[in-house]
Each structure stands twice: as structure tokens, then as C-alpha cells.
């Protein structure tokens, strides 16, 4: 029996299963209980485990998120809320300084086994400080292991693996998929970190893309499979730790990649699994790699200049025709 | 030092501008702020100031003339009489980089190399450097092929995987099928022949000759080229080689070969020192008959690609040569 559910809901099923399983995971953020954040994703957790597994915090970022740290080195599963992903800033010496470093610096004594959920993701009018896709930040920081759904399936997947994982785990949803539906089992699964998923195969050009641009990714080798360019979309589920193998595979066949986030371009997450392409399969490319990150430019609010700054499946599909017919994207 | 006049950028997608007039002549005096010449650009035309004080020198540009933008059009020096007429082109900055006449603001070099990102650049490679990927030049040099002789064909840069079939096309050996004939005739023929010789001219004849000379007129007849030169190349297991010019029309008794390298129109391999009674080596540069043995046979393979001869053309060649060894005094006569 097949079922959809919403990413919302995905990732409330991953949280009230590992609290069953295991009475150590519990949550903490702002209005995580009685509000359920304001996505409503925890809605109707707080009623099922209660406030001391369901904590409310005060609006101070900083401040939970040590608590969470201490909490995790001592012998607990913490399951951090952030609002939004832009917060991170907030948060910085807690996470990067801390958690990613404490099994490091403690010579293996001590486990930061703890998850920071948080989101991603622009065009919700949201402007600067609440549309950013911070990822490539985390993801500079050895320690900490970064992974980004795409979908509900891959969300409750994901999330139920960082649980369990005994190093800290920050997870990226896009916060405009919270509504979005995907068929997932009934029956308990993980996904494994560091296994990337092959969403469509394809023989032309190999597109790397993260978080919600796997659709767009998607979407443009529809576009592309009507002109006749056979398009392999892959998922590289996380980003630390990165499946090289299967992008660089899919790269030798193909010959062609382009790599598509949601990140800001520049000294992103595109630029690296570029790097690593154009590194480890330089003798297999018929054509430069091309990163496709969003446009290095704050955030606007205004809805027409929001929606240009990140990549669309058009766009995706005028860069991979280009680079299948071997016309120049940035000149020779 | 003599300061340098500019035609400046004065729109984003200028290349060159159009000189209506110097309002000043060369050798005038010249203060900061004068209005030195007029621009035309395809929306307006303004007025060009000196960023210097001095003497107008090496006007290289006149009234009429589209300059790009860039180019020096003269000199301001400080002392009157010493300007230098300055060629055209010899100075073709940026108009990013160097621009002291700036009367109006031209945008920061930021944003026209990001406008020009956006452009693709023309597919053309102005120095001796091929341009290609590095599948593609992998590909090529995994299978011998030189990319070089894809610009030389005037094809444009930069190369691709689909170019490499292109280039594939240019190597007229390597494309065409190699196809083979294998025959044997009786030893006897040749045998009986030479021993007759001997015996009743008292010649002596080299048996190499004979194959030589015959070959040669096999492939004259094959190919019914009654008037032309034909060029023999003989070779041994050993490596040696030597060429014959027109073998089939000389005695058999003194059969002379030529000094030049030249190449040849048909190769007889001797191989008879051997024990090997076939071969399949592929087309060579030109038709090979190679000749083998048995005790009482010869074994012969004709191996040539399909441009070198037609099927018919080399079935005429086989059967002729045959014909020739099998009874050679009717063919010599």
C-alpha cells in the first residue's frame, strides 16, 4: 500500500519515531510545542512526548544551541529547531567551534550526537535575512556533516540516519517543499549518508544538483529529453560526505556536467563538486563544467527581482544545450 | 613626456567612435580643459577635452575616421615641434585600463566584464594553440590523430568529442577497408622457365626479378594503365627494400632499380625465407603481394584497401599474375 505525505509531515513521522524508539532524542527551538513552528511541522508532537522533550526556548539562538551541545556531550540525542537557516550566524561558535570539534579536541572521549534542523530556499518573499541557502558554510566546517532532502521520502530518510549518527548532523529542508508530496513506506528505512541517488539516467550531460534544484534539474531534462539530450540528474543527497564516485562515473560517461544549488555561486557548493569533477575526470570532459548557484546578490524582495536570482529549469536546459552541442557558454 | 590622446568609451557597447573634428591643428598650444575634438557615438556627439597642458602633437586621426575605442589619436608634449606622427593600431588599449580622456563616465571594468561573460565569444583561436577538450584531445591521441590538421582544414576551434570524426575523415589511410586475396600457383611454371633459360641462352635470371616484373604488369594490366610509370617496391623479411621503375618493361636479365624514394604503386613482399604461407597485415601505402612457399607452391596474398584498387581490379591482378607464373615463356615473349 502506497501512501504520499507531505515533507511536512515526513519529517514530523522521522521525529516522533526516533522519540519512540529512543527517550534521549528530544527537540528544542522557538515555538516548537504549542506553535509547532510557524511551517507547523512539529504540530501535535508537544501532546505525544510532552515540554520536556518538546522544549520552547526564548528567542535566543545562541543560547539553545549551547545548551544543546552540553546536552548532546552528556549523553542526550538533541534535535535543534532553527527557525530559519539565516540564524546560523547565530550560532556559529556553538556549532562550528563546539559541537564540530569536541570529538576532535577531546581526543574521541566525547560525542556531540546532535542534529540541527533548519531550512533553505528563496523565493517565499521572504527577503535577505530569511530566503538564504546557507549550506556551503556548514559544509567548510570539518566535523559536521551536512545533508539536504529533496524530497518528503528523502527527508524522513535523512533525518532518521542524523539521529542516529553519533557526530553533530545539520540538515537543510527547503522551506518551500514543506507542502510538497512524495509516496513514502510505511515501513521503517534509512538513507545512508554519503550514497548518491541517480534520479533519471541519461547519456548527454550529467546535472549534480542539491535540495529543491534536483526538480528543477528534473524539469530541465524533460526540456531537454524533447530535443533529444538524454540528461542524468543526480541527487547527491549529502554534501559532506560526498559521493564522488557516482558523480564522477556518471561524468565519464557522459562527458558533460553542470552543477546546480541553491547557494550563492561564488565560492559555493557548486564550486566544489565542480573542482572535483574538473580534478578527477578531467580526461573524460568534452566541455567546461558549469556551475549554476544562485546570483551573488542579497536576497530581494521584490518578487520580479527574487525570482531571477536562482536557477531555473529554462535556464539549466539553455546551459546543458550549449554544452551538448559544444557552443561556448563563457567563450573560448 | 608626452601625454597620450584617447579616443574614449563614452557608451557601454561602444567599440569605435566616429571623429566629426580637431578643433585645434597639430603643433597648437594646448591648456587642460580645452576642447581638443568631437565624438560621434550612435546616440550623440560630445565634445573631447585635454587632460594635459602642452602642444598638440602626431594627430593620426582625421575628420571622418571610425576609431576604436582606445586608440591613440595624438600627443601632447611640453615643448612645441616635437611630435612623431603615431601609427594607427600601434596602440590599441583597453578602454577600461587606460583612459585619461574620460569626459563622461564610462562604466567600471567590473561591469563590462561581467556583460561580456555573458556574450560568447566568437569560436576562433587567434594564435598557433589548438583549442579543444580534454576528451577530445585524449581521443585523438589515443588513435594518432593530430588536431592540428582539423584548423589546418580551416574547421573552427575549440574541438570536441564529434569533431574527432571530422578529423577521422581527414586521414584517408585509416578510413578506408583493408581487404585481402589469398592464391597459390605451382612452382613448376617459374622453375621449368629459369632452367630453360639457362640451359638454352645460357642467362641466368634472378627469381626476385621475375616476380618483380610480373607483378609490375599485373598491375598495369589490372588497372589498364598501358602508358604510365609504374613503381615497384620489393621487400624482404630482413627490412631491405628497393625500388623498380617501370619493372615489367625491362630485360629480366638486368633488371636496374631506381635511387629515388619514391611511392611505390605496388609492394612484392618476399617472405619465402619463411614458413609462414598467409599473411594479414592490413592495406599498406600502396597494393602488397606477398609471396610465401610450400615445398611444390607459392602461397600469395594480395592485400590492398579499397581505394588503392577495386575488387574487380584486384581479382584481374591476381589471375593475371597466376596466368604469368604458371606459364612464363608465353608472357615474356
Keep these: 500500500m502506497t501512501r504520499e505525505l507531505t515533507l511536512s509531515k515526513a519529517v514530523n513521522e522521522a521525529l516522533a519515531e526516533e522519540m519512540r524508539r529512543d527517550e534521549t532524542v528530544f527537540i528544542i527551538g522557538e515555538d516548537v510545542a504549542e506553535a509547532g513552528t510557524p511551517f507547523k511541522i ?37 534535535v535543534v529547531d532553527l527557525m530559519f ?16 570539534k569536541t570529538h576532535y579536541m577531546s581526543g574521541g572521549k566525547l560525542n556531540v550526537p546532535l542534529v540541527l534542523r533548519t531550512n533553505l530556499g528563496a523565493t517565499r518573499r521572504s527577503a535577505a535575512q530569511h530566503s538564504q541557502s546557507l549550506h556551503a558554510l556548514v559544509a567548510h566546517v570539518p566535523g559536521l556533516k551536512v545533508a539536504l532532502p529533496s524530497s518528503a521520502y528523502e527527508a524522513k530518510g535523512l533525518l532518521k540516519t542524523a539521529i542516529r549518527d553519533n557526530n553533530p548532523v545539520v540538515i537543510f529542508e527547503d522551506k518551500l517543499m514543506y507542502q510538497d508530496t512524495a509516496v513514502v513506506p510505511e515501513e521503517e528505512y534509512l538513507i545512508p549518508f554519503g550514497v548518491a541517488n541517480i534520479k533519471r539516467e541519461g547519456r548527454d550531460i550529467t546535472l549534480v544538483a542539491t ?52 547557494g550563492h555561486q561564488s565560492f559555493g557548493v557548486t564550486g566544489e563538486i565542480a573542482s572535483r569533477i574538473s580534478e578527477k575526470a578531467f580526461y573524460h570532459l568534452d566541455a567546461p ?10 536576497v530581494p524582495f521584490s518578487p520580479v527581482l527574487e525570482d531571477i536570482t536562482v536557477p531555473t529549469a529554462q535556464g539549466v536546459a539553455d546551459n546543458a544545450r550549449k554544452l551538448v552541442r559544444g557552443e561556448l557558454v563563457h567563450g573560448a | 613626456m608626452a601625454h597620450e590622446v584617447i579616443m574614449p568609451a563614452l557608451g557601454m557597447a561602444q567599440d569605435t567612435g566616429k571623429l566629426v573634428n580637431w578643433l585645434l ?3 597648437d598650444q594646448v591648456k587642460t580643459g580645452d576642447i581638443l575634438f568631437e565624438v560621434e557615438t550612435d546616440k550623440s556627439t560630445m565634445e573631447v577635452e585635454s587632460q594635459a597642458d602642452g602642444y598638440l602633437h602626431g594627430i593620426s586621426a582625421d575628420a571622418g575616421d571610425d576609431v576604436p575605442v582606445g586608440q591613440v589619436i595624438a600627443l601632447i608634449s611640453d615643448t612645441p615641434g616635437t611630435g612623431e606622427r603615431i601609427l594607427p593600431a600601434t596602440k590599441e588599449a583597453e578602454p577600461a585600463t587606460t583612459e585619461p580622456e574620460k569626459p563622461t563616465k564610462s ?8 556583460r561580456s561573460e555573458d556574450v560568447p565569444a566568437a569560436p576562433v583561436a587567434p594564435t598557433n594553440k589548438i ?24 574547421h573552427p576551434q575549440p574541438y570536441h568529442v564529434a569533431d574527432i570524426e571530422r578529423l577521422k575523415s581527414l586521414q584517408p589511410h585509416s578510413q578506408a577497408a583493408s ?37 609490375t604488369a599485373s598491375l598495369r594490366h589490372a588497372k589498364g594503365i598501358d602508358g604510365e610509370a609504374v613503381i615497384t617496391e620489393f621487400t624482404t623479411l630482413d627490412g631491405h627494400s628497393s625500388t623498380y621503375l617501370n619493372a615489367d618493361r625491362q630485360r629480366l636479365s638486368s633488371l636496374d632499380d631506381t635511387e629515388d624514394a619514391v611511392t611505390p604503386d605496388i609492394i612484392v613482399r618476399d617472405i619465402t625465407a619463411s614458413s609462414f604461407t598467409q599473411v594479414r597485415l592490413g592495406a599498406s601505402k600502396a597494393p602488397t603481394l606477398t609471396i610465401a612457399q610450400t615445398e611444390s607452391r607459392y602461397m600469395l596474398t594480395l592485400e590492398f584497401s579499397s581505394q588503392q584498387l577495386d575488387d574487380e581490379q584486384a581479382i584481374a591482378l591476381a589471375n593475371d599474375f597466376c596466368a604469368r607464373m604458371t606459364n612464363p615463356l608465353q608472357h615474356v615473349i
Design chain 1, 42 to 78: 512539529l504540530s501535535g508532537l508537544v501532546e505525544e512526548f510532552g515540554t520536556d522533550r518538546v522544549m520552547d526556548t526564548p528567542i535566543a539562538e545562541p543560547g539553545f544551541m549551547g545548551i544543546a551541545v552540553g546536552a548532546a556531550i552528556t549523553g542526550t540525542r538533541p
Design chain 1, 85 to 100: 537557516g539565516d540564524f546560523l550566524y547565530l550560532v556559529m561558535d556553538q556549532l562550528c567551534n563546539q559541537a564540530a
Design chain 1, 211 to 262: 535540495s529543491s534544484m534536483v526538480q528543477v534539474a528534473e524539469a530541465a531534462a524533460d526540456i531537454l529529453a524533447a530535443e533529444g539530450i538524454s540528461a542524468e540528474v543526480i541527487d547527491p543527497r549529502t554534501i559532506v560526505p560526498l559521493d564522488e564516485d557516482t558523480i564522477l562515473n556518471s561524468v565519464r560517461k557522459t562527458s558533460r556536467a553542470m552543477v546546480i544549488d541553491e
Design chain 1, 289 to 298: 563544467v558549469i556551475r549554476m548557484g544562485a546570483m551573488d546578490v542579497p
Design chain 2, 25 to 27: 591643428s597639430e603643433g
Design chain 2, 107 to 114: 562604466p567600471p571594468a567590473e561591469a563590462l566584464a561581467l
Design chain 2, 131 to 154: 583549442l579543444a577538450s580534454p576528451k577530445a584531445k585524449r581521443l585523438a591521441s589515443e588513435m594518432g590523430l593530430d588536431l592540428a590538421d582539423l584548423a589546418a582544414a580551416g
Design chain 2, 179 to 215: 581487404c585481402f586475396l589469398a592464391f597459390e600457383v605451382d612452382k613448376c611454371g617459374v622453375r621449368d622457365f629459369l632452367e630453360w633459360m639457362q640451359s638454352q641462352g645460357g642467362i641466368v635470371l634472378d627469381l626476385k626479378h621475375v616476380w618483380i616484373s610480373f607483378a
